[in-house]
């Protein structure tokens, strides 16, 4: 069953963090807000460089508990991006 995990699912703690997959300016998507569900692998924002947009993705299903980042902020990867309530 631990094999069938998602990185960090073996946690007792029912909150979850979407990090920056890597570096960019953050733009987040409009129609989130607070208290919304968000399925794995949903896109909740990009990250824009150079002549590319990257997506960042939730690894986790739960509720948005909050944005960590403002539009506009610029991201170093690994960066916290939002926090989900998973339980």
Do not use: K, N
């Not at 890597?22 to 409009?30: A, T, W, Y």
């Not at 947009?53 to 403002?70: D, I, K, Y």
């Amino acid at each position: 069953m631990e094999a069938l995990l998602t990185h960090g699912e073996g946690l007792l703690v029912p909150e979850r963090m979407i990090i920056s997959p890597s570096v960019g300016v953050f733009r987040p998507l409009d129609d989130l807000e607070d208290g919304t569900e968000v399925d794995a692998g949903q896109t909740v924002g990009h990250l824009d460089g150079p002549g590319t947009s990257t997506p960042v993705c939730s690894p986790f299903r739960g509720q948005l508990v909050g944005m960590l980042v403002h539009r506009g902020e610029r991201l170093r990867e690994g960066q916290p991006v939002a926090w989900l309530r998973v339980a």
